[in-house]
């Protein structure tokens, strides 16, 4: 057991509203954006300030998250923000960056707006794009791609409703 | 800006050497474990525990971190530990779970042994498989997949040699 902690602190914003999806970052981490350009997706780690609870962070199964999956399920096993560090990653579609005033465009995101961001990654097919995925039976009529996710019917899939 | 700091805590460690690769979960997190198996990957967030430094953290921009890239690289456009939250990600493909005991064994993960882990997550192909990737010119020559990134000469990309 570690019982360290260490401390991150956010790095920009998540703007979502109107069908429009931005990160903004803050001054002085836009020089960090150089050489970004390019890369058609980001990976986002943000922060899940909502459960950012000791009652959230000590939960370490859900009962039946999923319609079709079991009746528990360890939260290490779900990508929901609820866990013992609440950071979230996502894929997001860049559109476009403008570096000088901190503004990463993207396509979507599934952060709330206000959300902090604590980390901004290239998407590299070397280290993330994966040609022989396997998963568990009872998810296994999810897509099969990022690009078929938007066409899903997700709410089907969760027994939580917002 | 938004200065407020968030805190982390270690969920277990990274275990490496001999050609073993495992993730050995601390006893209060093993139950968030439960229903992970019948992934064939992970996503493992871990602290760069040796560039939590306020050095390492206030540097934003690399001078030619690659061989055949520009000059200088804004950190969110590298993989490097070194960011101001030195967080980093690492798909593994995963050979065995064992809850009670907490060991995941992987067949291989590119954090030192030792090292702290933050979160695991299961890897999603809706959430992290990309079919239309784009990546800058300088870059197009590597691996466009996970599974391609063992045999790929590596050292030859990179200015910096450990």
């Known amino acids: 057991m570690d019982t360290r902690t ?4 956010p790095v920009g914003i998540v703007r979502a509203g109107n069908e429009s999806f931005t990160i903004e ?10 050489g ?14 909502r459960v950012d609870t000791p009652e959230c962070r000590g939960e370490t199964v859900c009962r039946k998250p999923y319609t079709k999956g079991p009746e528990t399920v360890g ?3 779900t990508r929901s923000p609820v866990r013992p560090n609440p ?3 996502s894929v997001a579609p860049v559109i476009g960056i403008d570096t000088a005033s901190g503004i990463i465009r993207v396509a979507y995101i599934d ?3 206000g959300t902090p961001v604590l980390d901004i990654k290239p998407y590299l097919p070397a280290t ?3 040609r022989d995925v396997s998963v568990p039976v009872w998810s296994s009529h999810w897509p099969q791609w990022y690009e078929d996710n938007a066409g899903f ?7 939580f409703k917002e």
Request: net charge negative.
């Open 153 to 159: 019917d997700w709410a089907a899939e969760f027994t």
């Open 25 to 34: 970052v803050f001054g002085p981490f836009r020089p960090a954006l150089r």
């Open 111 to 113: 952060a709330d707006d």
């Open 36 to 49: 970004l350009s390019g890369f058609g997706h980001i990976l986002v780690l943000w922060w899940g300030d």
């Open 128 to 130: 993330e794009r994966v």
């Open 75 to 77: 939260v290490f096993a």
């Open 87 to 89: 950071v979230a990653l």
């Open 6 to 9: 260490f401390t991150v602190t």
